[in-house]
């Protein structure tokens, strides 16, 4: 599965922002999704994932209650809803696809990854 992230700027403190990861070349609904994000010199975290059906999440207790990660398998699409944004989520943000259904935190269970989109959030 080939995956494309879009959606990240610069926004103040406060703000909000949108990530999209558009899946293609295979059956997206197969696959559980992940949002991760990684600054220069440190390892690259997980923020969010979602199973394969939407009926499950997972978020790292930095991100509850002020990102939701959301998906429409018709439109073989995964977001990143980023609200409350800090100047600490600054990171160059990944989607990434796992062929397990379940959600996993770890890097090394997720296959395929797109390319990354920059998040900035000042002060």
């Known amino acids: 599965v080939q995956l494309q992230a879009s959606g990240g700027g610069s926004v103040q403190a406060g703000g909000s922002l949108r990530l999209s990861c558009v899946a293609s070349g295979q059956t997206f609904s197969s696959y559980s999704m992940g949002w991760f994000r990684q600054a220069p010199g440190k390892e690259r975290e997980f923020v969010a994932g979602i199973s394969w059906s939407g009926d499950s999440t997972d978020y790292v207790d930095s991100v509850k209650g002020r990102f939701t990660i959301s998906r429409d398998n018709a439109k073989n699409t995964v977001s990143l809803q980023m609200n409350s944004l800090k100047p600490e989520d600054t990171d160059v943000y990944y989607c990434?696809?796992?062929?397990?259904?379940?959600?996993?935190?770890?890097?090394?269970?997720?296959?395929?990854w797109g390319q990354g989109t920059q998040v900035t959030v000042s002060s």
């Open positions: 990434a696809a796992s062929s397990s259904r379940r959600i996993y935190r770890s890097r090394g269970s997720y296959g395929y």
